[in-house]
Each structure stands twice: as C-alpha cells, then as structure tokens.
T-cell receptor, first 112, second 115 residues
Framework: AQSVTQPDIHITVSEGASLELRCNYS??????LFWYVQSPGQGLQLLLK??????LVQGIKGFEAEFKRSQSSFNLRKPSVHWSDAAEYFC??????????FGDGTTLTVKP | DTGVSQDPRHKITKRGQNVTFRCDPI?????LYWYRQTLGQGPEFLTY????????KSRLLSDRFSAERPKGSFSTLEIQRTEQGDSAMYLC?????????????FGDGTRLSIL
C-alpha cells in the first residue's frame, strides 16, 4: 500500500529565509510524486510533480523538490520565502490509476 | 479552462438528513475523484470515475455514501442519514487519463457541518 509521511506538522520561518519541507513516501513501484499547496478555505493547487528523469524538479512560485530514491524522500525547498507562501503544504504519491495518497500536511507560518 | 467547480461551498444540516453535493470537472478531463478532508489531515480518497464508470471505492465509503457521474460529465456525492462524523470538507478533483498519473485539479470543496 502507498503512504506518505510529512514529519513536520508546523514550520515557522522568517521572510527571506530558506525553506525545506520534508516528505517520505512508501510505494512498491515507480512513484509519481506531487506537492500541492492549500490556502484556508480553498482547494489544493499543484506546485510541482515528479514522474521520472531529472531528480531535481522545478515548480511554480520558485519552489523546487528533489527526489531521492535511496531515502524514499521528496523534499520541497525554496531559497527565499515570501509572506504570501504561508499556507498548508501537502505531499502526495499516485498510483497508475491516478488515485493519490496524501500526507497530513505541513503548515507554514512566515514571520515578518 | 474554467477550473473545477463545486456546489454548494458550505452546507449545514441536522443529523439524520440527506445531503447532495455537485462537482463540475474541467470539461476535457475524463477522470473525476472525490476526497474527504478533516481538520489537520490531508485529503482521503473516497472514490473515482473514469468517464461514467465508477472504478474504485474506498473502504471509508460506507453504504450511506453514493456517487454518480451520469454521462461522464458532472458528478454528485450523496450522503444519507448524516452523522456527526461526516462533518468535513469534501473535495472534488479531475484529471486526464493519458500516460502516467496526471496532476489533479481541485475544486474549492464543499464544507459540511452536521448540527
């Protein structure tokens, strides 16, 4: 069975500081991995995806993520956080049918 | 691309009542998914359709829940005899079904509150 663990429930960073959100997955075959962002009262928006190939993938809003098969990880990074990045972030793994399993999310707070 | 729309955005009802939610996917997307999200958790898969066929249902989906997607366009999710534990955000998502699993496009959800 596929599963996703996001070890950090809540992270606080100062505006302009770098950010890394952790994601560990469990999946028996080639994983299809995604990061989504959710603002309060809204649906999820895709930040980036990994299917195959280059293990460092670029996404929208200056985010990137690195796939590490040996560590079963797909951590999200951003070099300089903006106040508008405050939101909840979800990592997900999808099987062949596209059905996604999500982690429980990491809430990002940005300090001025 | 008008996005995925869900209606209503909020629903408040008394325990024991039936409720129905609607989802209109992106028009060219043939896959449609329903998820449930409770506070502090990620979305949990409920069911999905490819065109009008319901291909998978989660064990979370009790017999009080039913979903349809007539003609492979919009979908409805009905909950009968609602219970307190049904209070949650119900999210709909859609995607294409070509090649590897495609990113899902989410609606803004329907928040259900059971009094």
């Amino acid at each position: 069975a596929q599963s996703v663990t996001q070890p950090d429930i809540h992270i606080t960073v100062s505006e302009g500081a770098s950010l890394e959100l952790r994601c560990n997955y469990s999946y028996g075959a080639t994983p299809y991995l995604f990061w989504y962002v959710q603002s309060p009262g809204q649906g999820l928006q895709l930040l980036l995806k990994y299917f195959s190939g280059d293990t460092l993938v670029q996404g929208i809003k200056g985010f990137e993520a690195e796939f590490k098969r040996s560590q079963s990880s797909f951590n999200l990074r951003k070099p300089s956080v903006h106040w508008s990045d405050a939101a909840e972030y979800f990592c997900a793994v999808a099987g062949n049918a596209g059905k996604s399993t999500f982690g429980d999310g990491t809430t990002l707070t940005v300090k001025p | 691309d008008t996005g995925v729309s869900q209606d209503p955005r909020h629903k408040i009802t008394k325990r024991g009542q039936n409720v129905t939610f609607r989802c209109d996917p992106i028009s060219e997307h043939n896959r449609l998914y329903w998820y449930r999200q409770t506070l502090g958790q990620g979305p949990e898969f409920l069911t999905y359709f490819q065109n009008e066929a319901q291909l998978e249902k989660s064990r979370l989906l009790s017999d009080r829940f039913s979903a349809e997607r007539p003609k492979g366009s919009f979908s409805t999710l009905e909950i009968q005899r609602t219970e307190q534990g049904d209070s949650a955000m119900y999210l709909c998502a859609s995607s294409t079904a070509t090649g590897p699993p495609q990113p899902q496009h989410f609606g803004d959800g329907t928040r259900l509150s059971i009094l």
